[in-house]
């Protein structure tokens, strides 16, 4: 924060004078920092403001593209920023980190960090202020300081995309969608990874220990199917979608 020092002592330069000679007549003090430790002699008329200015980066919203883009010129360099958009994953939605979600304006989205679930749900309008960063990851994120819900909306729709799009990170981190051809599945313990289009295109979506497969379920290879997600790094040059649910 800044701050912010104004002082009027006397009614002029003049008065400064008559008060600090006045002062040093009379034997209190011996010097110009003496008299303004001992301002509570009354000497002199004395008016003191201070005014705490907010931090630069609270004073108004930035497009949530602009903080990636500058994310990503300066990668090993952290600064605050606000921004406001829509949820477009809720917190509890990824199981490798429950706490944090995602948020989208018109420009674009990104992945928000929390210490704690907040009360949110798809298509909440927030407003929220933090730190940009980009953690080892490789994917922009903001650590979350403050967050205020402004209202709710309508459940996110995602946009309809080429998939070659998704590929090379043009919607990165935003909700999306693609039309496939289904060609491999891989089902772990708490993770169904799916290959599109002969592995042009690789999704993924966590669940819970023990709960069956959705991908499976959802349709069988050779299918044409739409898959929807958030558009995650994979590696610096390539993206993946990482789906919030199956269909």
Same mark, same amino acid.
């Given at each position: ?7 009027? +002592? ?17 034997? !209190?003090?011996?010097?110009?920092? /003496? ?9 002199? *008329? ?5 005014? $705490? ?36 994953? %809720?917190?509890?939605?990824?199981? /490798?980190?429950?706490?944090? !979600?995602? $948020? ?8 928000? +960090?929390?210490?704690? #679930? ?14 940009? !960063?980009?953690? %080892? ?28 799009? &998704? &590929? ?6 935003? +909700? ?8 491999? %599945?891989?089902? @772990? ?18 669940? *819970?220990?023990?709960? #069956? ?8 290879? @050779?299918?044409?199917?739409? $898959? ?12 993946? +979608?990482?789906?919030? !649910?199956?269909?």
């Amino acid at each position: 924060c800044r701050l912010i020092f104004t002082s009027r +002592l006397g009614r002029s330069s003049g008065s400064w004078k008559r008060c600090r000679s006045r002062t040093l007549d009379r034997g !209190f003090l011996t010097d110009k920092s /003496s008299v303004a430790a001992r301002l509570r002699l009354r000497m002199c *008329p004395v008016w003191l403001v201070i005014l $705490v200015a907010l931090p630069a980066w609270t004073a108004e919203f930035e497009p949530i593209q602009s903080v990636r883009a500058w994310i990503a010129a300066n990668p090993a360099q952290t600064r605050g920023c606000r921004v406001r958009g829509v949820v477009i994953v %809720r917190p509890g939605s990824l199981k /490798s980190k429950s706490a944090d !979600f995602y $948020v989208q304006d018109e420009s674009g989205g990104i992945s928000v +960090l929390s210490d704690s #679930p907040l009360s949110l749900g798809l298509g909440d309008e927030i407003e929220l202020t933090g730190q940009a !960063f980009m953690p %080892r990851k490789m994917e922009p994120e903001i650590d979350l300081v403050e967050m205020t819900r402004t209202g709710g909306g309508p459940r996110p729709v995602p946009k309809l995309v080429p998939l070659n799009d &998704v &590929v090379g990170g043009a919607h990165a981190g935003q +909700l999306v969608s693609v039309r496939a051809i289904l060609s491999g %599945r891989r089902v @772990g313990l708490t993770r169904d990874d799916i290959l599109l289009d002969g592995g042009k295109l690789e999704a993924f979506l966590r669940r *819970p220990a023990g709960q #069956p497969s959705i991908s499976e379920r959802a349709a069988p290879l @050779g299918s044409e199917v739409q $898959v929807a997600g958030i558009v995650v790094p994979l590696d610096p040059n390539h993206y993946r +979608l990482q789906m919030r !649910f199956a269909s």
